[in-house]
């Protein structure tokens, strides 16, 4: 309910670091408008999340702390139904906003659709239409889909998905806010010193987290990765990889012993940008890292059998490699031997999420449709 003076409140959800790099501009475009905005964290990234916020001058205002020793996927989201529901029936906001595809979306698209709040989805859209490919994230997306009342897609694309799929509420294309805290981030001084220095020389930067990656597709990566190391004798290999050890290990058993691999947990997001915006190619399985990677103007190989992101492979800024070593020894190799064809691929994609301005767009729907002034 709006305030006593007329003004409107919203609730941001926030549980891990790719919401809070996209929806940071959000809430500071938000807060600017005059809109009193709440920022929920569920605790699913905690000691991530706090330094990307931070970047932008924000903090979280409640942390629901959900996350326990071995949570399973039911645990999560059970929890962050519960607390997020709770949490809103104090709060009592006009709008619920969440971002993607993570268990904190769900949950809190699925609280403020009990407590009859409406939800605006920012990354509205994604579809790979393949519920196991990414898992659990393609089912979220859908559900979240079904609840929502302001259907904010990054891209014509997304937003043809859902026209397709006769949504309810209202679908409005308005570019993707991860170039927005791309550019905000590039544009301000670091304020804290970077602990990962990129290699001397020519790299790769990979990345690999996926769920249904776990195990051998990671491995895989990882000894493709290596056999281009042995292949090429002037390249480094700088390989992020995720705290979760389902996912670091085998990367780790692969690549410590070899010289040119830096093997590197999570680094603060503008120092990943620094990485990333220097690297000959990147190597990934990530969401977020298909936006990045061709707003910056680096060539991206996904490491995957489907993306829900299929505008960089028509842009021709990305490629599929899935996770098959040999594939990915080949394809990388040939990119490294091209330059030509790597700067075709670095310029082809520098604007196919938009032009930095989603988050206004996405305020000056709420703005007009809440019924507040500017």
């Known amino acids: 309910m709006p305030n006593a003076d007329g003004s409107h409140r919203a609730a941001v959800v926030i549980g891990t670091r790719p919401e809070a790099i996209k929806l940071a501009p959000v809430v500071s475009e938000l807060r600017k408008r005059g809109i009193e905005t709440t920022i929920i964290g569920t605790g699913q990234h905690r000691d991530l999340v706090d330094p ?5 001058g924000l903090a979280l205002d409640l942390d629901l702390q959900i996350m326990e020793a071995e949570s399973s996927l039911n645990a999560v989201l059970s929890r962050a139904i519960e607390r997020l529901g709770s949490a809103l029936e104090t709060l009592r906001p006009d709008v619920v906003v969440v971002q ?20 605006a989805h920012v990354e509205a859209g994604l579809r790979s239409h393949d519920l196991a490919l990414p898992f659990p994230e393609e089912m979220h997306r859908r559900v979240i889909s079904i609840v929502t009342r302001w259907h904010f897609a990054p891209t014509e ?50 990345t690999a987290h996926r769920r249904e990656s776990w195990g051998a597709p990671i491995r895989n990566i990882a000894l493709a990765l290596r056999d281009v190391l042995e292949e090429h004798s002037d390249l480094s290999v700088l390989f992020a990889t995720h705290p979760n050890p389902k996912a670091r290990h085998p ?41 990045e990677g061709p707003t910056l103007g680096v060539p991206v190989l996904v490491t995957r059998e489907v993306t829900e992101r299929p505008e960089g492979l028509a842009a021709g800024a990305v490629r599929m490699v899935g996770t098959g070593r040999v594939n990915i ?19 082809a994609g520098r604007s196919v999420y938009g032009d930095g301005t989603a988050a206004t767009r996405i305020v000056d729907t709420l703005v007009s449709e809440l019924g507040g002034s500017v």
């Open 100 to 119: 993607g595809d993570t268990s904190s979306a769900v949950g809190g698209a699925l609280a403020a659709f009990n407590s009859r709040i409406p939800v």
């Open 251 to 291: 990367v780790e058993e692969v690549l410590s012993a070899q010289p040119r691999a830096s093997v590197v947990g999570a680094m603060e997001y503008d120092e990943f940008l620094a990485v990333l915006r220097g690297a000959v190619l990147a190597v990934t399985d990530s969401g977020g890292v298909q936006e």
């Open 52 to 56: 990307v916020l931070e970047l932008f």
């Open 157 to 206: 694309h997304a937003a043809a998905e859902l026209a397709a799929e006769r949504v309810p509420g209202q679908v409005l294309v308005t570019g993707n806010t991860v170039v927005d805290a791309v550019n905000y981030i590039l544009s301000v001084a670091t304020t804290h010193p970077h602990t990962v220095a990129a290699p001397e020389g020519p790299y790769l930067l990979a």
């Open 329 to 347: 020894r080949r394809v990388v190799g040939q990119l490294l031997d091209d330059p030509a064809e790597r700067l075709r691929m670095a310029t």
